[in-house]
């Protein structure tokens, strides 16, 4: 099967007996915290939770370095000074805590409006809430991008530190209609998202071409690229063994038929991991293994990952 053909039937959802796309959405929000790490230092001024390569008054001490290379005769550490056969006096440095600026790239192509039990843009919206949130009460400041063809409008969200506004943000994300197939948007986003290093979390099922994933992430290089895989398992893995299955692509809006057996179930679980494999493998030369989620959201598997404790 052709990469194009493996891209249409991940994309496709049931006509009967499925929800279909969820138009208008309520859900209250939950609390969650989400500590994620990094495993690179902040150049950012402004204070915040993370280890930076800013010196500061205080913090995590660094080393000693004499006064004339930190002229601050306040941290003087004589106890250091006395052992120096020349003379010198040494100071202590202190590695100041920074802020980071963090980003949500929300793929609004048409596989993402599959809506099972749990749908996939609510599954999007609630992580979403939960980073901004998590984001807001460590101070660093948060910004959400949503991708269709282009960068929507009205789900582009300059990164900030207020909490004016976050309530819309989230309900405007729910409340979005995927369509079509292009991804034109998360690119765009990556030219926007240009300068100093940010944390970006790419939300999408990852249903594109291989060249397209690769592309994305070439362009967000220098980025701490975070990707969030969100599946539905009736997409895929819950497909009967036996019976006609009529499909639609939610992307194209093209229809078929399928005389399902465990021989041709067998292989399209084959080729949806294989495929998975290819994003695994490009996800990890770009710097992160992808955490792959199913909805609705696993918070527990989620922390773990963004601890560094699952991949």
Known sequence: MTDGARQQMASEQPTAGSTGPVK???KERQSVDLPYRLAWRSTAVRTGAHRGTIEGAGGLFRDHVQLL???????IDLRVSMRDPYGNLYVKRFEQKSAITLYCLVDLSGSMAFGGASPKLDAAADIVGALAASSRRIGDSFG???????IVPELMFPATRSRGG?????ERLRHAEPQGHSVGGLLEAAGYLAGHRKLVFVIS???FPDETVEAIFDALTGHDVVPIVLRDETEARELPAWGL???RDLETGGHRMLAM???????LIAEADARDRVLGSIARRHGRAPCRLTTPV????????LMGEAA
Do not use: A, V
């Not at 290379?69 to 941290?75: I, M, N, T």
């Not at 976050?166 to 989230?170: G, K, L, Q, V």
């Not at 057996?261 to 292989?267: D, E, G, I, T, Y």
């Open 24 to 26: 208008k959405r309520t």
């Open 144 to 150: 959400l991008i949503g991708c269709g063809r282009h």
């Open 261 to 267: 057996r465990p021989s041709l179930r067998k292989q």
């Open 205 to 207: 099922d990852f249903y």
């Open 298 to 305: 696993n918070w527990d598997r989620f922390t773990e990952y």
């Open 69 to 75: 290379r930190s002229p601050d005769p306040r941290r």
């Open 245 to 247: 299955l009529t499909l």
């Open 166 to 170: 976050e309530n819309e943000m989230i």
